[in-house]
């Protein structure tokens, strides 16, 4: 998140808010449940919450204790715990995990120790891991990342609502004023980075790319739009859907987006444990990448690649840049984007006219996870680092990408050149997903 060029203790400070602000929300998360829910896998895709609680302790541990302050393990015995690759979610509750106290507990201790470490580590010119403070940047956008997953645990569990947002997402005068969709001309572009100090593996190196011309939506697809495929038999006609996808629609007898159901002539779905009519005006939310593919199949569109994506939120035709974001080199502020969990729920379709790109496109930051076309592949001259599992074992066919964030996302671990991957079954992510289409040569 932040820009290269920074002083030693501006770094530090931006290093300290990041992870004090990703500290705190975890608190929010697990503090509005009591233990027994901490303790309790309220899905089979997820963790317990009290094991994301250590496992970001943990982490921390590894990285800033350990890697970077040369520290001795504190609790060596728990590292296999909460090791991510060595035990599959369904299993870590049968795992010996700490308890919520003593998780509560260890994270806290970690995190002193932390701090500690990061006001007196060298960030400059001590090796790559601490240049730019690169370490604290990975653990905060780590942090926050978990934190998302355990968003995504409270909106699987079952009971009443424990979250509440501290207000409304803002309104939209002016959404149906607005183009369907734009033009962006074919040509160069940057993608990726090579000088945004906390940027992934992934994002990394900065290539150029040579993207046909391309139409693509002004918008996310709303509730209201994705409506009407449904009414019009969507998840009836096989035509629209990847042979996958259509095998998916009728082993689990798909009908709408995970968590809406029909009540009578309404359309309802469940939120953070509240059940309201489908807000039609929302991006839709919560579909799989099979679902994103059949409404852009019925709508003679398409889903944009990653490439195309990128394009429309970062370059600027008027100087041939790539931005960091779609509105320009600055970080996002609550009038850009809808981030960091501030409404609990996306904005209307055409909020945020602030963040639009040089474009006009909107809401390409935050709101939700917009699934793309592209299988989740290596840049080229990808080097992994600082450890392969991040993206290296990710790599191949198996995964899409999905590109933007979500307002379950903090800004600290989402920008312009910032890429999501997941298994193109998923729906209990917060995914929706904006169409495209070919030009035609001119």
């Not at 233990?35 to 590894?62: C, K």
Request: hydrophobic share 40%.
């Amino acid at each position: 998140m932040t820009a290269p060029g920074v002083d030693p203790d501006t770094l530090r400070e931006r290093a300290v808010d990041a992870l004090l602000t990703a500290r705190e929300r975890t608190r929010i998360l697990t503090d509005c449940v009591d233990e027994r829910e901490l303790a309790a896998q309220h899905s089979p895709l997820m963790s317990p919450l009290v094991w994301d609680l250590a496992h970001i302790g943990n982490q921390e541990e590894l990285w800033l204790l350990r890697a970077v302050a040369g520290q001795e393990a504190l609790r060596p015995e728990i590292d296999s715990v909460y090791d991510a690759f060595e035990h599959p979610r369904a299993e870590r509750p049968s795992l010996p995990l700490l308890g919520p106290d003593e998780a509560r507990s260890y994270a806290a201790d970690v995190r002193k120790r932390a701090l500690d470490v990061l006001h007196t580590a060298p960030l400059f010119g001590a090796g790559p891991l601490v240049e730019d403070g690169f370490a604290f940047g990975m653990v905060a956008q780590h942090e926050q990342q978990h934190d998302e997953t355990m968003l995504i645990t409270h909106q699987l569990r079952s009971g009443p609502a424990v979250l509440t947002a501290p207000e409304p997402p803002p309104a939209v005068p002016d959404a149906a004023l607005l183009p369907a969709e734009v033009l962006v001309e074919g040509g160069p572009f940057t993608m990726g980075t090579s000088t945004e100090p906390w940027a992934l593996d992934n994002e990394r190196p900065a290539h150029h790319r040579f993207v046909p011309s391309f139409f693509i939506d002004t918008l996310p697809v709303s509730n209201g739009s994705y409506l009407r495929f449904i009414e019009d038999g969507g998840y009836e006609e096989p035509r629209w859907w990847h042979p996958e996808g259509w095998a998916q629609v009728l082993r689990h007898g798909l009908r709408a987006p995970l968590f809406w159901r029909r009540e009578g002539t309404t359309w309802m779905r469940r939120q953070f444990g509240v059940v309201e009519p489908v807000p039609q005006a929302e991006p839709v939310l919560h579909v799989s990448w099979y679902e994103a593919e059949a409404y852009a199949a019925w709508a003679g569109r398409r889903l944009p690649t990653e490439a195309e994506w990128e394009k429309a939120a970062r370059h600027d035709p008027a100087t041939g840049r790539s931005l960091r974001y779609p509105w320009g080199d600055a970080d996002p502020t609550p009038e850009h984007a809808n981030l960091g969990q501030r409404h609990l729920r996306p904005a209307p379709v055409g909020a945020y006219p602030r963040g639009a790109s040089p474009l006009g496109v909107r809401q390409l930051i935050g709101d939700v996870w917009e699934w793309t076309s592209s299988d989740f592949l290596p840049y080229p001259g990808f080097r992994a680092f600082p450890y392969r599992e991040y993206s290296e074992v990710f790599f191949g066919t198996s995964y899409k990408v999905l590109r933007g964030g979500s307002f379950a996302v903090d800004p600290v671990a989402c920008r312009g050149t910032f890429r999501n991957w997941d298994l193109p079954i998923r729906r209990q992510i917060f995914s929706g997903f904006r169409t495209a289409r070919d030009a035609e040569p001119v």
